[in-house]
């Protein structure tokens, strides 16, 4: 059984808003890519599955492709509340 990593807590928020934005794992890629950011499909899976542990480098990308501050990708709910209030 592989390990997860306790330090990995946007995992799955990652994963939530990736499909939120109605985005396959590979469309995510090259959005962080053009970012500049070194990613590739089998990393992200692994960070949505909690088995890699991302950097603050790495997590500033991620705030930026999903258009927040990066501490707001921590919260699932806020995240939610503010795109749906963009949305009206």
Known sequence: MAMLYNGNFIGQ???RLR???????????VK???LGCCMTRD?????ET??????????????EVFDCEAD???LQKHLS????NRQR
């Open 50 to 63: 909690r088995h890699f542990a991302l950097t603050n480098k790495q997590i500033k990308y991620f705030a």
């Open 32 to 34: 962080l890519r053009l």
């Open 43 to 47: 990393l992200l899976a692994n960070i």
């Open 81 to 84: 509340r503010k795109k749906a």
């Open 13 to 15: 928020n990652v994963s």
């Open 19 to 29: 499909c939120q934005n109605g985005w396959t794992q590979d469309e995510l890629v």
């Open 72 to 74: 707001e990708i921590f």
